[in-house]
């Protein structure tokens, strides 16, 4: 496996390193890999569309024109940009919201157009969030996110896929209204009886065939040929039940992609996006975790690929290319957009070498949409609901969420937690609960320094304390801070110090080995001065080493130096990485002498005094 490195640079000419010496050999390469994927990429944009309750336009607008700007500017060679099965349920999700808090009453002809509207507003919002994180640099606080709440959010969203398309594959009557996934699932249980027969043969067949091709030939682009048999078969069986009189199958009655939007247009029309600030904030919370998942599909899709290919990525390149793209969106009525790691596997497997493939995979599918527009149409939606489907459920990886179950219970809290509130509540509510529940359980870890106990034996010897001797007496106290350092853990640093003190009132000097404590802040500094208060206070010193560069310039510019005293500290030097502790311990045993002295000069001031004072006669009677 080849090294990847990242960097934090931001470009808007990134894809001119791909042209450079491009040559004949690499443009057959990548046009191969092109074609490949567009067979998918079609497919799916139309799926992703349906699932996300708008017209097909939507998911190929963003498929083509959204994918090119977003390719164009981020820094995979081999990353595939499109809609992706998470954000469309979230998209749905968001645009339902709005819709039935807002507009419950409107006219079923005029949804349609408000959906598009609120799509405008929300992919500008998204877009806005991300352009802004990459011009802040803030590429990497996606990794802040566990991954248990990633593969926890993903299997939600595919429970919710499977859950909303067996109504169309079943040809079941949906439940009207807004409800939380567990709701449509007892829904649909109960109205089992209701199903259409002929949908849901053209459904179980369309799954049986996709699963076939896939187990023959993994080169066969199963989900094309899948929906092109599927039509093909609906409409000369309509026509020759048309022939003979017989509409007992009542095959006309079964749903096409014709009847969801007809894609008349392969040009969009560019329209500034609306604006309403009541819908704009009820959105707000559904763009933003749009914009982190996004992100976090991309980053993860991005560097699967980079680590075969060795290539060098920037993951604030990549999201300023996604917040482009989504920008780009918000103006043709196209659908969020992010990293497709089914596509970009394809891409690279097939032998593209650069980018131009991503260019190519939009004029393939721009031209598969021309010649094949009036067959599109004809298109089941059962087909397309099997092929979400069996999509849907490759999409979870489950080495990984079986990694995710076993390696903690922390994990695993985590990723029953994000699941369960998929089912429950609206998804952006189940993905910020993922992610708070994730946080505060690695806040609760970190807010544990890890505090160990040397002694100084005759020789000048760091050894470490066992357990057995960790109540004897000692004057001198070594001990080693290890973690953060930042409030959450500075209470707790303060009192297992003091209670160290207060236990042995023979220790005279403690030493704290800061050479690995990190995230030092003011909590911290202000615990560090209360100790040392109580430590002169009752005749004892505080002595601090090991300081690094960072340590030391919070310590100084809170004033603690001043405080402590700089004969007190020392810091921590690579050319010689003892001699900080050599030199602690001779200040230590220097004010354990001072302080016998003391003890002993205090001790002769009290007899003198006492030899001093007279003595009393009683008084005579």
Not at 19 to 45: C, S
Not at 261 to 289: C, H, W
């Amino acid at each position: 496996m080849k090294r990847q490195s990242l960097s934090e640079d931001i470009s808007f000419f990134s894809f001119r390193n791909d042209l450079a010496g491009y040559k004949k050999e690499t443009f057959f390469a990548d046009a191969y890999a092109a074609i490949a994927v567009a067979m998918l990429t079609l497919p799916q944009a139309m799926a992703y569309a349906m699932l996300a309750g708008l017209p097909i336009s939507c998911g190929i607008f963003a498929a083509v024109y959204s994918s090119l700007i977003a390719s164009l500017f981020g820094s995979s060679r081999h990353l595939i940009i499109g809609p992706s099965n998470a954000i469309s349920i979230l998209v749905q999700a968001g645009t339902s919201e709005i819709i039935f808090t807002y507009y419950r009453d409107i006219d079923l002809s005029a949804r349609g157009l408000l959906a598009l509207q609120i799509l405008t507003t929300l992919t500008l919002l998204v877009g806005f969030f991300q352009v802004l994180a990459a011009g802040l640099k803030l590429g990497r606080l996606s990794q802040f996110i566990s991954h248990s709440v990633v593969v926890g959010y993903i299997t939600g969203t595919t429970i919710a896929v499977v859950i909303n398309q067996f109504f169309t594959l079943l040809g079941i009557p949906r439940m009207p209204g807004v409800h939380s996934l567990y709701e449509r699932a007892v829904f649909l249980g109960s109205n089992v009886d209701q199903l259409h027969f002929p949908t849901a043969l053209i459904g179980i067949f369309s799954i049986c065939l996709i699963i076939g091709l896939k187990k023959y030939n993994k080169r066969i682009p199963a989900a094309f040929v899948t929906l092109v048999i599927a039509g093909l078969f609906l409409h000369l069986a309509n026509l020759f039940l048309g022939w003979i009189g017989e509409d007992f199958f009542d095959l006309k009655s079964i749903e096409l992609v014709g009847d969801n939007g007809i894609l008349s247009e392969i040009i969009p029309k560019v329209q500034f996006p609306y604006f309403d600030m009541r819908e704009m904030n009820a959105l707000l919370p559904t763009a933003f975790a749009i914009a982190v998942l996004s992100v976090m599909e991309t980053s993860s899709a991005a560097k699967s690929v980079a680590a075969n290919s060795g290539q060098r990525l920037s993951s604030n390149q990549e999201m300023f290319g996604i917040g482009l793209g989504n920008l780009t969106s918000s103006l043709i009525s196209g659908m969020p957009v992010s990293g497709s790691p089914s596509r970009s596997a394809i891409n690279y497997q097939s032998g593209a070498e650069t980018r131009v493939s991503a260019v190519l995979n939009v004029f393939f599918v721009m031209l598969m949409l021309i010649v094949f527009n009036y067959f599109i149409e004809l298109v089941p939606l059962p087909a397309l609901a099997a092929l979400l489907l069996t999509t849907s459920l490759s999409v979870v990886n489950h080495n990984q969420f079986l990694l995710c179950l076993k390696a903690t219970r922390s994990d695993a809290l985590v990723l029953a937690v994000t699941i369960l509130s998929c089912i429950f509540f609206s998804f952006d509510v189940a993905f910020y609960i993922g992610v708070g529940m994730s946080i505060t359980l690695y806040l609760k870890k970190a807010a544990i320094p890890q505090l160990a106990e040397f002694e100084v034996d005759d020789d000048g010897e760091l050894k470490h304390v066992s357990s057995a001797k960790t109540h004897h007496h000692r004057t001198i106290r070594v001990i080693k801070v290890e973690g953060e350092l930042f409030f959450g853990a500075a209470d707790l640093f303060q009192t297992t110090l003091k209670a160290i003190a207060e236990d042995d009132t023979h220790t005279k000097v403690i030493i704290l080995q800061l050479k690995n404590a990190r995230d030092i802040d003011a909590t911290a500094c202000l615990a560090l001065q209360q100790l040392h208060n109580y430590l002169v206070g009752s005749g004892r010193h505080l002595l601090a080493c090991g300081l690094t560069q960072p340590i030391w310039d919070v310590l100084n510019d809170s004033g603690l130096i001043d405080k402590l005293g700089k004969d007190n500290l020392f810091v921590f030097d690579e050319t010689k990485p003892h001699q900080y502790m050599q030199k602690a311990i001779q200040r230590a045993k220097e004010l354990e002498k001072q302080g016998v002295h003391a003890e002993t000069k205090e001790v002769k001031d009290t007899e003198t005094k006492e030899e001093e004072v007279p003595s009393i006669e009683p008084l005579a009677e």
